[in-house]
């Protein structure tokens, strides 16, 4: 979920959905090549679903898509070479032997999305307000955005979190699914804020759970301000 307003901070809602036998770190810059990038790193492939970039208060995140669920490389190095290269990151990875995916990328300027189902890239420019994206895309007609849109516009969102169930619903918003390789469901949340030089992740594991959610914050002294 993103909310864009001109002049007003970027806000951000990602709840990661993955197998809970792979591990990740939580939110930190753990990218030596990518100073002030912060994001939850994948530990098997170390990409990562959502990074923001503090000094640009850039955020970039990747969902999968139904259309195809198995593909090489990772697609946790989107995020990544999106708050480096902006819509230029075509041109630094190449997607198409990837699984499906939406690439949302969103900043003071605005928010793009990529929609690739494994045969062809999209690029869709969304407007202000807020916008939905789930397995089938951005702002899609379907229940799942049915049953979050007025709940988005009308309470706090972690809010809304906290008041779910894990449940094997396809259309619900934090998940449990019994699969062959384990179990699928909800291993993370976080709420992001972000202007340049300034960012707030709230952000929790079991993200269903009210008390759960920790904040950190990071920053950036602009040029010319006294250390």
């Known amino acids: 979920m993103t909310r864009y307003e001109p002049g007003e901070p970027l806000r951000i809602l990602a709840v990661r959905d993955e197998l809970q036998s792979r591990d990740f770190d939580d939110p930190g810059a753990w990218w030596p090549d990518r100073r002030g990038v912060i994001g939850g790193r994948d530990r098997q492939a170390g990409g990562s679903w959502c990074v923001s970039d503090v000094a640009t208060g850039v955020t970039a995140l990747v969902l999968n898509r139904a259309e195809r669920r198995t593909g090489t490389p990772s697609r946790g190095v989107l995020p990544l070479a999106a708050v ?6 075509t041109e630094e990875v190449d997607h198409r032997g990837m699984a499906s995916f939406t690439l ?52 706090p969102w ?70």
């Open 84 to 89: 480096a290269h902006g819509v230029a990151w």
């Open 104 to 155: 949302v990328l969103a900043g003071p300027t605005g928010v793009r999305a990529w929609e690739w189902d494994a045969q062809t890239l999209r690029q869709v420019d969304l407007a202000a307000g807020l916008h939905i994206a789930t397995p089938r895309g951005v702002d899609p007609d379907d229940d799942r955005v049915r049953r979050l849109d007025p709940m988005l516009r009308s309470q």
């Open 158 to 227: 972690i809010d809304v979190v906290t008041a779910a169930e894990p449940s094997d619903d396809p259309a619900a918003l934090v998940v449990r699914h019994e699969v062959d390789e384990g179990v699928y469901a909800t291993v993370f949340g976080q709420l992001i804020t972000a202007r340049p030089g300034a960012l707030r992740i709230e952000h929790s594991r079991t993200p269903w759970v009210a008390g759960s959610w920790v904040s950190q914050e990071w920053g950036q002294q602009a040029p010319g301000e006294p250390g």
